[in-house]
């Protein structure tokens, strides 16, 4: 019995490690689009990159813009972000 439950545990927990692998990968793509977006607008790239960075975080995980599209109508989280990194 405990090897049957172990086993379950087990494999929960690499579905479970799949899952937040791809979010992370999911999530890199999306930052470092939104990198190469911002890459002309004055800031130097760990400025933009924190500021990507931010914004992904304050996105849902369901959603389907890109960060540069959503942050144009999210302002307020546009405006933390952008204190947050150091954007002047």
Not at 45 to 55: A, F, G, N, R, S
């Amino acid at each position: 019995m405990r090897s049957i439950t172990f086993a379950l545990l087990l494999a929960a927990s690499c579905f479970s490690s799949n899952a937040a692998l791809a979010a992370t990968n999911d999530d890199v793509k999306w930052i470092n689009q939104c990198v190469e977006d911002n890459k002309n607008e004055g800031a130097k790239k760990d400025v933009v990159l924190k500021y990507c960075t931010c914004m992904n975080d304050k996105m849902s995980d369901n959603e389907t813009q890109s960060i540069t599209q959503w942050e144009k109508t999210h302002k307020t989280e546009q405006a933390a972000c952008s204190k947050a990194a150091g954007w002047k």
